[in-house]
């Protein structure tokens, strides 16, 4: 037992080394991406790299798998004593706080379980190559791996292997990167290569291949697999066409998850979809910090580069670039799990060191020949909120004044002024951060999976942001932290971590946004920590109300800090992003009394609008005018009913208003009525706004004012149209969407003197309005017949009084309920009774 603990604290002290040695060629990014640091050019392998790499990879595995078998039946001849093997180390396993013990927990625990058959399956391996046929039934490559590097110590260790190596370390790390290589291999078109693991593995297996013997080469000869490495190192270390500064990034990624269709879209943006190939002059990758934005697009670059490699004839780029304003990151400790904000150089620190670096890299005198010089480019910004408002203005003017063969791709922490924009998000659909969590674990080699409970609850408390679930997940690879103890800690509380992780998602967003609407002469902070204490999403009217502002300044702040992901906006509402919430509730709110005060003021609002409600609905249910009225108009919230009510009761006023000939009454009911049209775009407000504006005209009161009425008339009826169409379109079909229809075209008709546009919308009407059940179904053939009549005036087209005449003869069908329903049918029979069957 002594001596199976000391190999197993010397297998133990190998993996952690290896471990080290990885990271240092292999440190994970924050964002959920593994990266090396670069030493040349790198990307995916092309398809024709692929399959010779995957011939190098399957001849040698038969070499590797005759040795690694040998090997171990020499010093355990049978399954009893590799149970017994076993069982000592995984007992050395139990009594371990290293690292890497959690990682090999459940591995070794299935091959002790497993142990004869995986003993049977070893022995059939090493007689295959004593006798060099095929035995059918061998061990996997995870097995053939898991053993090496298990019996390490004991079996493998020997000069002669690890000579060929600058360490047992890096040994052990290119044996497990070889395993992962050849499961990636052994499904075609499902993983892409990087030109690093290939260059890695092709080492490993020359190394490997020079150390053991030579009789273990039965199946492919050692000089044929040399050859074979040889040229493909030629082939992959070829000099790029294009020019590119991949190389000079810090950091090379070497893993992306569940990023799918991220990538798809920004692959559409650039490169265009099949069939066309319309793309984007310019596209924001925007999210806050922590997201991923820089991982998507390095990792979209290197898919481009092979793509443009397996398709040199079809896709060309001269020049790809990436140039980054990154200046921290946020890091945790491996072994406390404490976080932490490193700072780094920018690479570019403003526009025209931009400029100048662009300039040396394509190798040109001045910027201005860059389109001329290159057919195709793409030129990457990465983090372009680092810069000040001046050069992200002169970026900007750069953009557009750059034809569009030379196209960008921008990173951000705010919305910014491209072409096309891709929102990148943290992980809210919980399947889709639970594949992130299966996945990310999967690639780490950490054989227990959380449990559904576990991951639910790292989800809800990271808020599915990539950063922190990597930081956490590693936490627990490495045995630091338990899920629980992660969760505690990102509790919405006033601690020095979760005060780093606000500062961090927001840098250079929040504090600029508040600055620059302050600039504006807005007061921003009071409307945030009203937000924030709200406790569920609020409506424009009640942040005008709470925070004593216009509608129109609410929207403009709103907006604003919706573009820099501190709000998100659902419909006509708007709430803080989970992770703003705890930045304003570290760093925003105001003293206990202060607090007590606004909590107070928040409560009251909502009673105020509670009891309105109720009266408005005690209201509909007294009032079948109002109740039909808001059954057809169909409010999809309480603002919107609380709205339509006050628009219904405003337009009595104006009536009264008009009658008394009181103009400043009239203007005085006008601006309350534009408070109202400001808070929702519901289409009744519109409709009722052409109505009132109509009342206005007609009145005499504004006579110089008529020409701007008509347009203002037009405009409301439009609008109202409009939002049916594209933002209530459950109001679509229903008697006032005809009734909107029906009195738009005949505004058009008698004030505008269109009958061709007023055809189209009283045509539409007649499709709603189709049985002779109301005065409107009659109103409206008037107005039909009268638009027909005067284009066949204008055109002699007999089409026109063909539909006149049988509009006609609809209403004069119809005549009884014509009068039931006080239409006056006498007017019409005088208007067209003697036209009907003429022309």
């Known amino acids: 037992m002594v001596a199976a603990h000391q190999q197993w604290l010397g297998l133990t002290s190998g993996l952690i080394r290896a471990y080290t040695y990885r990271q240092c060629i292999a440190p994970k990014s924050a964002n959920g991406t593994i990266y090396v640091i670069n030493n040349g050019n790198e990307m995916y392998i092309d398809i024709k790299s692929t399959f010779d790499l995957d011939k190098i990879v399957k001849k040698f595995e038969v070499a590797f798998r005759s040795y690694v078998a040998d090997e171990l039946i020499q010093a355990i001849p049978n399954a009893t004593q590799l149970q017994s093997e076993i069982a000592s180390i995984q007992t050395g396993f139990d009594n371990s706080t290293f690292i890497l013990a959690s990682r090999y927990k459940g591995k070794i625990g299935q091959i002790k379980a497993n142990h004869d058959a995986i003993f049977k399956q070893v022995e059939l391996s090493r007689n ?105 190192s030629s082939s992959i270390n070829s000099e790029p066409k294009i020019i590119q500064n991949i190389s000079e990034l810090p950091l090379q990624h070497r893993k992306l998850f569940c990023r799918e269709d991220e990538l798809q879209r920004l692959h559409d943006y650039i490169v265009g979809k099949d069939g066309y190939r319309r793309v ?68 570019i620190a403003s526009f025209d060191h931009l400029i100048t670096s662009l300039c040396r890299d394509l190798d040109i005198e001045s910027i201005d020949s860059l389109d001329s010089k290159f057919n195709r480019g793409l030129i990457v910004v990465d983090n372009v909120e680092t810069f000040c408002p001046t050069d992200k203005e002169k970026l900007f003017d750069f953009i ?96 020095k971590e979760a005060r780093i992780i606000a500062d961090f998602m927001y840098k250079n967003t929040f504090d600029s946004a508040i600055r620059e609407l302050e600039e504006k002469g807005y007061t921003p902070r009071n409307l945030i920590i009203i937000a924030s204490l709200y406790k569920e999403p609020i409506d424009l009217y009640s942040i005008s109300q709470l925070c004593g502002i216009d509608i129109g300044t609410a929207i403009e702040i709103c907006n604003y800090i919706t573009k820099c992901l501190i709000f998100i906006k659902v419909g006509e509402y708007f709430s803080l992003n989970d992770f703003a919430s705890n930045f304003i509730f570290i760093k925003m709110l105001p003293e206990r009394i202060e607090l007590s005060k606004i909590k107070d003021r928040i409560a009251n609002h909502k009673n105020r609008m509670n009891e309105k409600i109720k009266s408005l609905d005690d209201k509909i249910c007294s009032n079948s005018r109002i109740r039909d009225m808001m059954d057809d108009w169909k409010p999809k919230n309480y603002i919107d009913k609380i709205i339509i009510a006050e628009c ?69 009826y439009e609008d109202s149209l409009e939002s049916i169409e594209f933002g209530y379109p459950h109001v679509r079909n229903t008697r006032s969407h005809g009734a909107v229809q029906l009195f738009f075209g005949a505004f058009l008709l008698e004030d505008m003197k269109d009958a061709s546009r007023s055809i189209r919308h009283l045509e539409e009407a007649a499709k709603i309005l189709h049985s002779p059940t109301s005065k409107l179904y009659f109103d409206l053939r008037f107005y039909l017949a009268s638009a027909y009549s005067e284009m066949f005036s204008k055109t002699r087209d007999r089409a026109y009084s063909a539909s006149r005449n049988r509009t006609v003869k609809d209403v004069l069908s119809n005549e009884a309920a014509a009068i039931k329903n006080r239409f006056n049918i006498h007017r019409f029979k005088r208007t067209f009774g003697t036209k009907a069957y003429s022309a």
Not at 199 to 207: D, I, R
Not at 286 to 305: P, S
Not at 464 to 476: A, D, H, M, Y
């Open 128 to 232: 295959s190559y004593l006798t060099q046929t095929y035995p059918g039934d061998v061990p996997y490559v995870s097995t053939i791996v898991d053993i090496f590097v298990l019996f390490f110590e004991k079996c493998y260790s020997k000069h002669s292997l690890v000579r060929n190596f600058t360490s047992a370390e890096e040994l052990l790390y290119s044996v497990n990167s070889y395993h992962r290589l050849r499961n990636d291999l052994s499904h075609p078109g499902s993983k892409q290569i990087l030109v690093e693991d290939a260059a890695l593995v092709s080492k490993f297996v020359k190394k490997i291949s020079e150390a053991i013997d030579d009789k273990y080469f039965w199946f492919t000869s050692r000089a044929d697999l040399i050859t074979l490495i040889a040229d493909f």
């Open 400 to 495: 557009k004044s750059t034809p569009r063969n030379i196209q960008f791709i921008l990173t951000s922490r705010s919305e910014e002024q491209c072409e096309e924009k891709l929102h990148i998000e943290e992980y809210r659909e919980k399947e889709k951060g639970k594949r992130f969590i299966r996945e990310y674990l999967e690639f780490e080699e950490f054989s227990t999976q959380l449990s559904d409970t576990e991951a639910d609850a790292l989800l809800s408390a990271s808020k599915g942001n990539t950063i922190i679930l990597v930081q956490s997940l590693n936490s627990i690879i490495n045995q630091v932290s338990t899920v629980d103890e992660i969760v505690a800690s990102l509790a919405p509380v006033q601690t």
């Open 280 to 347: 984007a002059g310019s596209v924001i990758v925007y999210g806050y910090g922590g997201i991923g934005k820089t991982a998507l697009v390095i990792d979209f670059i290197f898919r481009l580069l092979k793509e443009i490699a397996d398709a040199s004839e079809t896709l060309q780029f001269d020049c790809i670039l990436f140039y980054s304003s990154k200046e921290e990151f946020l890091r945790r400790m491996e072994t406390s799990g404490e976080r932490y904000i490193q700072k780094v150089d920018r690479q």
């Open 648 to 716: 219904f009761d405003g337009y009595k006023g104006f009536i009264a208003a008009t009658k008394q000939k009181d103009k400043t009454l009239c203007n005085n009911l006008l601006r309350e009525f534009n408070k109202n049209e400001m808070i929702t775009n519901h289409p009744y407000v519109q409709y009722q706004k052409a109505q009132i504006v109509r009342q206005l005209y007609n009145s005499g009161l504004y006579e110089e004012d008529r020409d701007r009425l008509i347009k203002s008339i037009e405009r409301a």
